[in-house]
T-cell receptor, first 113, second 115 residues
Framework: DAKTTQPNSMESNEEEPVHLPCNHSTISGTDYIHWYRQLPSQGPEYVIHGLTSNVNNRMASLAIAEDRKSSTLILHRATLRDAAVYYC??????????????FGAGTILRVKS | EPEVTQTPSHQVTQMGQEVILRCVPI?????FYWYRQILGQKVEFLVS????????KSEIFDDQFSVERPDGSNFTLKIRSTKLEDSAMYFC?????????????FGPGTRLTVT
């Protein structure tokens, strides 16, 4: 599985946007970029995924660099409930479903009120 | 919204005992997974299961571990003879079998404490 690199932790103020970076310089052409998050004492939760184009959903936006070697998860207005560990994960499109998730250490996001 | 459920939420057992962790995946899902997370560490894949057989397993998933789908709703993880190092949160996940689905839906986890 291709490796991802994320900062260990980030801090944000409530109601402000948060940009969570992820580097994946060895990404292959068939790798999707997935983001999951894990709230305290809960199981991981899907946030968003993309291949080449930027993506938006009700939870977040995903901005993907043109060369696909990096991506950024954008929370438009952080709330206290967004405090969690955020994981950037690459998954091969060829085995898109039925394929395991390989979690790294992720980024711990702290949100200040 | 449908969700994955797991029971029990917390299981305490003595070293060497057998434990069975139970999961009820979302009803129309066909792929099932177990992951574990030792306190303070990464979430680790254990096993995936499809069409009543294991499709992939990790090095952690040795002969002490087994999975079963005994009926149309439950998905279980059995550890035959628990060790202290099996203490962890165990998460079940499921995925629907359709091309448009990319999400794995995780349960709340079972905390296993081996004493």
């Amino acid at each position: 599985d291709a490796k991802t690199t994320q900062p260990n932790s980030m801090e944000s103020n409530e109601e402000e946007p948060v940009h969570l970076p992820c580097n994946h310089s060895t990404i292959s052409g068939t790798d999707y970029i997935h983001w999951y998050r894990q709230l305290p004492s809960q199981g991981p939760e899907y946030v968003i995924h993309g291949l080449t184009s930027n993506v938006n959903n009700r939870m977040a936006s995903l901005a993907i660099a043109e060369d696909r070697k990096s991506s950024t998860l954008i929370l438009h207005r952080a709330t206290l409930r967004d405090a969690a560990v955020y994981y950037c994960i690459l998954r091969d499109r060829v085995m898109e479903y039925g394929n395991k998730l390989v979690f790294g250490a992720g980024t711990i996001l702290r949100v200040k009120s | 919204e449908p969700e994955v459920t797991q029971t029990p939420s917390h299981q305490v057992t003595q070293m060497g005992q057998e434990v069975i962790l139970r999961c009820v995946p979302i009803s129309n899902h066909l792929y099932f997974y177990w992951y574990r997370q030792i306190l303070g560490q990464k979430v680790e894949f254990l096993v995936s299961f499809y069409n009543n057989e294991i499709s992939e397993k990790s090095e952690i998933f040795d002969d002490q571990f087994s999975v079963e789908r005994p009926d149309g709703s439950n998905f279980t993880l059995k550890i035959r003879s628990t060790k202290l190092e099996d203490s962890a949160m165990y998460f079940c996940a499921s995925t629907p079998d359709r091309i448009s689905s990319y999400e794995q839906y995780f349960g709340p986890g079972t905390r296993l404490t081996v004493t």
